[in-house]
T-cell receptor, first 112, second 111 residues
Framework: NAGVTQTPKFQVLKTGQSMTLQCAQD?????MSWYRQDPGMGLRLIHY???????DQGEVPNGYNVSRSTTEDFPLRLLSAAPSQTSVYFC???????????FGPGTRLTVL | DAKTTQPNSMESNEEEPVHLPCNHS???????IHWYRQLPSQGPEYVIH???SNVNNRMASLAIAEDRKSSTLILHRATLRDAAVYYC????????????FGKGTLLTVNP
């Protein structure tokens, strides 16, 4: 199993550009989530999904969209990037109702 | 949400045991105690979790106080690869999405 994979590893955007951060898992986990981590801070939940076709907002959803058309994939979209979205983004999946998160390696995003 | 309090940083020596404390005085009866760690430039990694009883796995042990207001993550023999930020998190029983990460404890392991 590859576990949780994220692409790209690094990305630089200009203000106003859009992009999609990709996240995929091959463990057949129903629950997936996106977090952002800013320097010196813990992780903050952006959006999450409890299964294909179901998504909901976390603590900091503004400026981000998600969709979940398959169990495997959970992309995060930035419609109009802002410098405040400069951060490291982590995707995670969770088996069943265990609450245990399996995290991907992260995407480091810089918005100029 | 019940909060956790951890020291900002701790130091240990290689091959010695490490006890990482966590206070959670407002924990509710159905809250699970989770521990994660994050190595430099990596995503967080699950370490261990428990509800009431002490737990052991290949990575660490979790000691939970009888009143559940505190817990301790025990690394039995620290190695340089254990240097990381360790997060103590409460998860409401029955809730999968609410996992609030604080700033954690930065563990430094000296050779």
């Amino acid at each position: 199993n590859a576990g949780v994979t994220q692409t790209p590893k690094f990305q630089v955007l200009k203000t106003g550009q859009s992009m999609t951060l990709q996240c995929a898992q091959d463990m057949n986990h129903e629950y997936m989530s996106w977090y952002r981590q800013d320097p010196g801070m813990g992780l903050r939940l952006i959006h999450y999904s409890v299964g294909a076709g179901i998504t909901d907002q976390g603590e900091v959803p503004n400026g981000y969209n998600v969709s979940r058309s398959t169990t495997e994939d959970f992309p995060l979209r930035l419609l109009s990037a802002a410098p405040s979205q400069t951060s490291v983004y982590f995707c995670a999946s969770t088996p069943g109702r265990s609450g245990i998160r399996f995290f991907g390696p992260g995407t480091r995003l810089t918005v100029l | 949400d019940a909060k956790t309090t951890q020291p900002n940083s701790m130091e240990s020596n290689e091959e010695e045991p490490v006890h990482l404390p966590c206070n959670h005085s407002t924990i509710s009866g159905t809250d699970y105690i989770h521990w994660y760690r994050q190595l430099p430039s990596q995503g967080p990694e699950y370490v261990i979790h428990g509800l009431t009883s002490n737990v052991n796995n290949r990575m660490a042990s979790l000691a939970i106080a009888e009143d559940r207001k505190s817990s301790t993550l025990i690394l039995h023999r620290a190695t340089l690869r254990d240097a990381a930020v360790y997060y103590c998190i409460l998860r409401a029983g029955g809730s999968n999405y609410k996992l609030t990460f604080g700033k954690g404890t930065l563990l430094t392991v000296n050779p």
